[in-house]
């Protein structure tokens, strides 16, 4: 199998590569639209039935918000150092994720991409339907972050987490979490003088119940894929709708993006293009990878019960 990088031509390889403000101000714009519309329908759905359906389409655009905040963790997002960091530092906020704990444990799991014993990202629980149920739930995932948020400030880390934040790393990671904290304090308290559930309507609420929407896109990026090194292998690409790819900033080209990780969201498209006849794991459409996860899954369960039995 070649490698990626010599399946471009170098001079196209570099048009592709190149950072631009444009794009991502674009897609950064039209996301933040849909969630003042998605947010608006829950706002004149409070009080009605319609409520539940509004936060969870409310929801989904905000979980999808880890789209922007995955690019600007690769700093590639914008070409500006400043806005990337204003995005990645305000999505982290809203979806409750350290920066540079993510940021530290994304580059081990790039590095490590599929390695049972040094990959910290790599999922699993899908290997049988009960687990593939379980991580569904968003259950362990919530369990995960909140643990994060309450350990970090004490500088606590698990044996995972210390091997991937080295000793320089740690006290920023400790701080950040205080200020995450605080920043949520100030939230809580402003909605408890004020007898606001503004914060739960159009926030918390819709990003919790939406998750699972999240950890099933999570899932078809390397779920059933072959744990090996090679990276036009063990990750996935799913071709699907264009509003679908437009919310996800062309995550869905996750193969790719394994591939030539300093290839900016916006490129992947073109990228495809000279990588997609090469890739092990393309499939069409979300539902079709569930599909076959699933069908996996219960190869899984079938082999442990005949195990335990």
Same mark, same amino acid.
């Given at each position: #199998?070649?490698?990626?990088?010599?399946?471009?031509?170098?001079?196209?390889?570099?048009?592709?590569?190149?950072?631009?403000?444009?794009?991502?101000?674009?897609?950064?714009?039209?996301?933040?639209?849909?969630?003042?519309?998605?947010?608006?329908?829950?706002?004149?759905?409070?009080?009605?039935?319609?409520?539940?359906?509004?936060?969870?389409?409310?929801?989904?655009?905000?979980?999808?918000?880890?789209?922007?905040?995955?690019?600007?963790?690769?700093?590639?997002?914008?070409?500006?150092?400043?806005?990337?960091?204003?995005?990645?530092?305000?999505?982290s906020l809203i979806l409750g994720l350290p920066p540079t704990h993510f940021r530290l444990e994304h580059a081990a799991h790039h590095a490590h991409t599929s390695d049972p014993d040094h990959d910290p990202?790599?999922?699993?629980?899908?290997?049988?339907?009960?687990?593939?149920?379980?991580?569904?739930?968003?259950?362990?995932?919530?369990?995960?972050? !909140?643990?994060?948020?309450?350990?970090?400030?004490?500088?606590?880390?698990?044996?995972?987490?210390?091997?991937?934040?080295?000793?320089?790393?740690?006290?920023?990671?400790?701080?950040?979490?205080?200020? #995450?904290? %605080?920043?949520?304090?100030?939230?809580?308290?402003?909605?408890?003088?004020?007898?606001?559930?503004?914060? !739960?309507?159009?926030?918390?609420?819709?990003?919790?119940?939406?998750?699972?929407?999240?950890?099933?896109?999570?899932?078809?990026?390397?779920?059933?894929?072959?744990?090996?090194?090679?990276? !036009?292998?063990?990750?996935?690409?799913?071709?699907?709708?264009?509003?679908?790819?437009?919310?996800?900033?062309?995550?869905?080209?996750?193969?790719?993006? @394994?591939?030539?990780?300093?290839?900016?969201?916006?490129?992947?498209?073109?990228?495809?293009? @000279?990588?997609?006849?090469?890739?092990?794991?393309?499939?069409?459409?979300?539902?079709?990878?569930?599909?076959?996860?699933?069908?996996?899954?219960?190869?899984?369960?079938? !082999?442990? %019960?005949?195990?335990?039995?």
């Amino acid at each position: #199998m070649p490698s990626p990088r010599d399946l471009v031509p170098a001079g196209q390889l570099r048009a592709l590569a190149r950072r631009r403000d444009g794009p991502g101000l674009v897609f950064l714009a039209t996301h933040v639209a849909t969630l003042v519309l998605t947010g608006s329908l829950v706002w004149l759905s409070l009080g009605s039935a319609w409520l539940w359906p509004a936060m969870f389409l409310h929801g989904v655009v905000i979980v999808h918000l880890f789209a922007p905040f995955h690019e600007t963790a690769h700093s590639s997002a914008f070409k500006s150092r400043r806005l990337n960091d204003a995005v990645y530092w305000t999505t982290s906020l809203i979806l409750g994720l350290p920066p540079t704990h993510f940021r530290l444990e994304h580059a081990a799991h790039h590095a490590h991409t599929s390695d049972p014993d040094h990959d910290p990202e790599l999922i699993t629980a899908g290997n049988t339907v009960s687990g593939y149920l379980w991580y569904a739930s968003s259950l362990p995932y919530f369990f995960y972050l !909140l643990s994060s948020l309450v350990r970090h400030p004490f500088a606590v880390f698990t044996d995972v987490e210390r091997a991937f934040i080295p000793q320089s790393q740690r006290r920023r990671v400790q701080r950040e979490a205080w200020l #995450m904290w %605080a920043v949520y304090a100030t939230v809580a308290a402003a909605s408890f003088a004020t007898g606001s559930f503004t914060a !739960l309507s159009l926030w918390l609420v819709p990003r919790v119940v939406a998750e699972p929407v999240m950890r099933v896109i999570r899932l078809s990026e390397h779920g059933a894929c072959p744990l090996v090194p090679d990276m !036009l292998k063990n990750t996935r690409t799913v071709l699907t709708l264009r509003p679908i790819q437009w919310l996800n900033w062309n995550m869905a080209y996750h193969a790719e993006h @394994h591939s030539l990780p300093a290839v900016p969201f916006h490129a992947l498209p073109a990228l495809h293009g @000279h990588l997609g006849p090469h890739l092990a794991e393309l499939e069409h459409g979300y539902g079709r990878t569930q599909a076959r996860i699933l069908g996996k899954a219960r190869d899984g369960s079938a !082999l442990s %019960a005949a195990l335990r039995n």
